[in-house]
T-cell receptor, first 111, second 113 residues
Framework: SQQGEEDPQALSIQEGENATMNCSYK?????LQWYRQNSGRGLVHLIL?????REKHSGRLRVTLDTSKKSSSLLITASRAADTASYFC???????????FGKGTMLLVSP | KAGVTQTPRYLIKTRGQQVTLSCSPI?????VSWYQQTPGQGLQFLFE???????NKGNFPGRFSGRQFSNSRSEMNVSTLELGDSALYLC????????????FGPGTRLLVL
C-alpha cells in the first residue's frame, strides 16, 4: 500500500521559478527520502532526512519535515528545464524494514 | 564505482512464459531490492535480499521469486506471466539496508503479450 502521497500530482512552471512538492504519510517514520525519475528510467536519490531533522539543503534543493503533521516538502529553487522529471517521496516506517514510495509528482519546467 | 546494472533492458514475452531478470549492485553493497513500477500502481516493493537471504517481501503472488548470490548479484523470476505483469522492474542496492539511500539501476521494461 502507498504510505506517502505527493501533492500536486502534476506541476507546470517556467524556468527560473521555484517548484514546491508536498508529501504526506500516515505512520511514524525513521526517515523520508526524495527521489527523481526521468521518463521511464531508474530513480536518482536526492535527499534523505531523518525523523529528528526538520530541514535539509542540497544545492538548489530544500527539504522540510514536519513529523507532527506527518508531512514533508521539497523545494527546487530557480528551476531549469533539466529538472523536468517525476519526483517521489519514500518513507522508512518505524518498526518495519520497508521503504514505501508515493505515486509521485510530475514536474514540467518550460524554457 | 560502477552503478547498478540490470539486464536485459527490454524484454517481450507471451502469457504463460517465465522470465528471469538480473541485477548487479554497486560493489560493496549487500542489500538488493526489487520494485515493480506501473502507471496504475506506481512503485511497489517486491523483495529485498541481504547476504543471500530474503529479508523482506512485498505483497506479490508466489509467481514472483528472487535470489541473491554470494557476490551480491541478484535475480528475480516471474513464472506463468500474465498481461498485468507488464511493467518496469527496478533494482536498487544499498550498503546495509532498505531504509538507507537506494541506488537504482536503469530498469528492465517487460512487455507481456
Amino acid at each position: 500500500s502507498q504510505q506517502g502521497e505527493e501533492d500536486p500530482q502534476a506541476l507546470s512552471i517556467q524556468e527560473g521559478e521555484n517548484a514546491t512538492m508536498n508529501c504526506s504519510y500516515k505512520t511514524s517514520i525513521n526517515n523520508l527520502q526524495w527521489y527523481r525519475q526521468n521518463s521511464g528510467r531508474g530513480l536518482v536519490h536526492l535527499i534523505l532526512i531523518r525523523s529528528n531533522e526538520r530541514e535539509k539543503h542540497s544545492g538548489r534543493l530544500r527539504v522540510t519535515l514536519d513529523t507532527s503533521k506527518k508531512s514533508s516538502s521539497l523545494l527546487i529553487t530557480a528551476s531549469r528545464a533539466a529538472d523536468t522529471a517525476s519526483y517521489f517521496c519514500a518513507t522508512g516506517e518505524q518498526g518495519y524494514s520497508t521503504l514505501t514510495f508515493g505515486k509521485g509528482t510530475m514536474l514540467l519546467v518550460s524554457p | 564505482k560502477a552503478g547498478v546494472t540490470q539486464t536485459p533492458r527490454y524484454l517481450i514475452k507471451t502469457r504463460g512464459q517465465q522470465v528471469t531478470l538480473s541485477c548487479s549492485p554497486i560493489s560493496g553493497h549487500r542489500s538488493v531490492s526489487w520494485y515493480q513500477q506501473t502507471p496504475g500502481q506506481g512503485l511497489q516493493f517486491l523483495f529485498e535480499y541481504f547476504s543471500e537471504t530474503q529479508r523482506n517481501k512485498g505483497n506479490f503472488p508466489g509467481r514472483f521469486s528472487g535470489r541473491q548470490f554470494s557476490n551480491s548479484r541478484s535475480e528475480m523470476n516471474v513464472s506463468t506471466l500474465e498481461l498485468g505483469d507488464s511493467a518496469l522492474y527496478l533494482c536498487a542496492s544499498s550498503l546495509q539496508g532498505i531504509q538507507e539511500t537506494q541506488y537504482f539501476g536503469p530498469g528492465t521494461r517487460l512487455l507481456v503479450l
